[in-house]
Structure formats: C-alpha cells, structure tokens
C-alpha cells in the first residue's frame, strides 16, 4: 500500500500557474506509478498525467498537453504536477493516486487503489 499527501492547490487567475505536490510512503516505489487526476462536482474523476517512478516516463492527457508537467523527487519521495496557462476548466480538485506500473498506462480510476486526500485548484476568469 503507498499513502499519498496532496498540497499545494489555491486560487489564481486564468492565464496563471500552481505547483501541486504528492508525498509519497509506503512500498518500495520503483514499480510504481504515479497518476494525477481531477474532479469536478458532479463529474467523473479524469486522468491528467502519469509518470512511472523507475524511469521518469510520462504520459499527459490531451487537454493539459504543453500546459502541464509531471516530475519526480526521488530523493524526498515526491512528485509534482506544474500547472502553466491555467484556465477556468482546470478548476477542479486534484488527486494524486498509486498503482503498480503497467504496459500501458492506466487512465481510468477505477484501476487505483491508492489516493491522496486531494487538493482544491480554483481558476478565475
């Protein structure tokens, strides 16, 4: 099992950034994945991002592709979504969840069981 600690949302405006992190326990990480999705009231949880902890791979949905960034922390542990261009549509609160890597990467969240507590990100127009 691998907690996951989820800081860094608020409220800026659009065209703005925010960096979120996930802290990260439990197991040993190198056959880990680590995946960002969010949620918006009343909506689905949706993938944005993974990265695979033994290699730094990544994967981006196409909606915060060139916007977004994932990165890993080996040495504290911790990763790290940078939000660029923020627009109202990223509002939503952001999850960080945990799995075991896979082929191919795992895009829908029914396929994790490990998740942080999430973190409100908030953009204004």
């Known amino acids: 099992q691998v907690q996951l600690v989820e800081s860094g949302g608020g409220l800026v405006q659009a065209g703005g950034s925010l960096r979120l992190s996930c802290a990260v326990s439990g197991r040993a990480l190198s056959r880990t994945s680590i995946s960002w999705f969010r949620q918006n009231a009343s909506k689905a949880r949706r993938f944005v991002c993974l990265?695979?902890?033994?290699?730094?791979?990544?994967f981006y949905a196409d909606s915060v592709k060139g916007r977004f960034t994932i990165s890993r922390d080996n040495a504290n542990n911790t990763v790290y979504l940078q939000m660029n261009s923020l627009k109202p549509d990223d509002t939503a609160v952001y999850y960080c969840a945990a799995r075991l890597t896979s082929l191919t990467p795992m895009v829908s969240a029914r396929h994790y069981s490990d998740w942080g507590q999430g973190t409100q990100v908030t953009v204004s127009s």
């Open positions: 990265i695979r902890w033994s290699d730094a791979g990544t």
